[in-house]
């Protein structure tokens, strides 16, 4: 599978666009000025507790309380809480664990007033970015992510992932970390690790270390609330987790930006740094690359397959609705198979959906109904193999009795929503436009006016296809009689984003003759 990372930079937010075998499969947008992502770890103070919900709100400097529940606190908060404590009044000179003990740990069933006290400063890291009228959403399970460790203090657990598929390779990596990782000092062992080398594991975890001794600095007589560590940007941070041996072209529009992504490479992935190229072309990233015809397809309440049946997406406040239709084309002779084909069509293309979108939560597929139990299990199993690169921890469960296909999707940022209709360029939304039979006579009208007032320029029009070919038409042609008429040649152009009746002059230097 080829991956391909087309990167489009403005002054305001920068757009991520990931393909899979040039089909778009993830957008992400980041404000740049966005102050809160997921991974960010701030020093929070607690505003209130709620038995009731068994949660806490903590102030963290954004507009709505952070929330944060018993279940995200971790069994090593009293650790955290004393480790915390100590930073802030200057009692611990150092960020090493070595020497430092471990409180025993939290049951999973406990009371959030048991084991918080209000106005308590906490450490804190995002598990969810805001979404809707929410505030952040909190976990006290730090975690510090590299591109092949991840570092989590209070611990002395290694695991290693299970996509390593060699139980060879999984129990070198155990050893070779718990051989080098500090004290008190947890490891996951990513998946992006396998075959690599002591030295680039050994230098990862002291750099990873080294960002937990910049936390315990900072706490030094820190009041709350306070930032102590930023994720990094949307684009380190994505090629961090996605950049894979099949990666082929990282495309990027901005010179600081295409610095930054070869700087990286070549600390952390040297074979890839060539990869990576800077976008010159005047037409937009996203156009020349497809991505925002892919966007305009994509998106929209109704998405049509290309065996011509469709899929209808629903969004309400506890669930997204997907329903599946065979539409006008659907074969009639063995009709059991038809629908079985349709189905597994209309899975992979809810499987890119989920992730181009950015769905979370509760997702419930009405596919089309099947009464073979074979086509059943096949069904769920394809499902399942579709969304297997999808980074998002989900849970796919069988067809219910009804048909129903029931998926759970981790939700960690605001689903990604674009509207693609567009206000009619030709009515502008009135549902009435001038007679295209007085386009040519609006031309010649505004042709004449140009002339007159710049008799020296040279011209250039550009026209909708139909228009084009109507000048062009028999000898001699409209574009001729110009000619003979005004003793100048007027260059005509076609442009198939123009609508029927648009038209547009341009001069020598190719700037736009605006007679409005």
Same mark, same amino acid.
């Given at each position: ?100 003990? #471990?409180? !025993?740990?939290?049951? %999973?069933?406990?009371? *959030?007033?048991?084991? @918080? &006290? /209000?106005?308590?400063?906490? +450490? ?80 990862? #975890?002291? !750099?990873?270390?080294? %960002?937990?001794?910049? *936390?315990?600095?900072? @706490? &030094? /007589?820190?009041?709350?609330? +306070? ?290």
């Amino acid at each position: 599978m080829e991956k391909e990372l087309i990167i489009n930079s403005t002054p305001t937010e920068v757009e991520i666009a990931l393909s899979e075998d040039s089909r778009l499969v993830e957008l992400h947008r980041q404000k740049t000025n966005s102050k809160f992502t997921v991974g960010d770890i701030f020093l929070g103070r607690i505003k209130k507790l709620m038995p009731g919900l068994n949660a806490a709100f903590v102030d963290i400097g954004h507009s709505k309380d952070a929330f944060l529940h018993y279940t995200d606190l971790g069994p090593k908060l009293p650790s955290l809480l004393k480790f915390t404590n100590r930073a802030i009044h200057g009692d611990s000179k150092s960020h090493r664990l070595d020497e430092f003990d #471990l409180n !025993d740990e939290i049951i %999973k069933t406990g009371k *959030i007033d048991k084991v @918080l &006290n /209000k106005r308590h400063p906490i +450490l804190v890291q995002i598990l969810k970015e805001p979404i809707s009228t929410k505030g952040p959403r909190l976990s006290c399970e730090i975690t510090l992510p590299g591109r092949f460790l991840v570092l989590t203090p209070f611990s002395n657990a290694v695991a290693v992932s299970k996509k390593i598929k060699t139980a060879e390779e999984r129990k070198r990596l155990q050893v070779l970390i718990e051989s080098i990782k500090p004290k008190n000092f947890g490891v996951i062992v990513r998946t992006a690790s396998e075959g690599k080398k002591v030295a680039n594991l050994h230098e990862e #975890l002291r !750099d990873l270390e080294e %960002k937990w001794k910049r *936390i315990h600095s900072q @706490l &030094n /007589k820190a009041r709350a609330p +306070l930032k102590l560590l930023s994720e990094l940007d949307k684009t380190s941070s994505m090629l961090r987790d996605v950049l894979t041996s099949d990666f082929n072209n990282i495309v990027v529009n901005d010179k600081d930006l295409y610095d930054s992504i070869r700087s990286y490479l070549v600390s952390n992935v040297p074979e890839k740094e060539k990869i990576v190229h800077l976008h010159r072309s005047r037409k937009p990233l996203f156009d020349s690359h497809g991505i925002t015809r892919q966007i305009k397809a994509s998106f929209g309440k109704t998405y049509t397959l290309p065996s011509g049946a469709y899929i209808v997406i629903e969004h309400t406040e506890a669930m997204h609705v997907i329903d599946v239709n065979s539409g006008p084309k659907m074969a009639r002779k063995n009709q059991e198979e038809a629908v079985l084909n349709v189905n597994l069509e209309s899975a992979k293309e809810i499987a890119r959906q989920l992730r181009l979108r950015d769905i979370g939560g509760l997702i419930i597929i009405d596919f089309i109904d099947m009464r073979n139990n074979e086509h059943k299990k096949r069904l769920v199993k394809k499902m399942r193999e579709f969304m297997r690169n999808d980074r998002a921890q989900h849970t796919v469960l069988p067809l219910s009795r009804f048909g129903l296909m029931q998926i759970t999707r981790q939700r960690v940022r605001p689903e990604v929503k674009i509207d693609t209709s567009e206000v009619c360029p030709t009515c502008m939304g009135s549902g009435q436009s001038n007679a295209s039979i007085l386009t040519i006579d609006d031309i010649e009208r505004d042709l004449n006016y140009i002339i007159r007032n710049r008799p020296k320029s040279k011209l250039r029009l550009e026209v909708h296809p139909f228009i084009y070919a109507y000048l062009k038409k028999g000898i001699p042609n409209i574009q001729m009689r110009w000619f003979m008429s005004h003793n100048r040649w007027i260059k005509v152009q076609e442009n198939s984003d123009f609508h029927l009746n648009e038209y547009r002059f341009y001069d020598g230097r190719d700037d736009e003759i605006r007679l409005n």
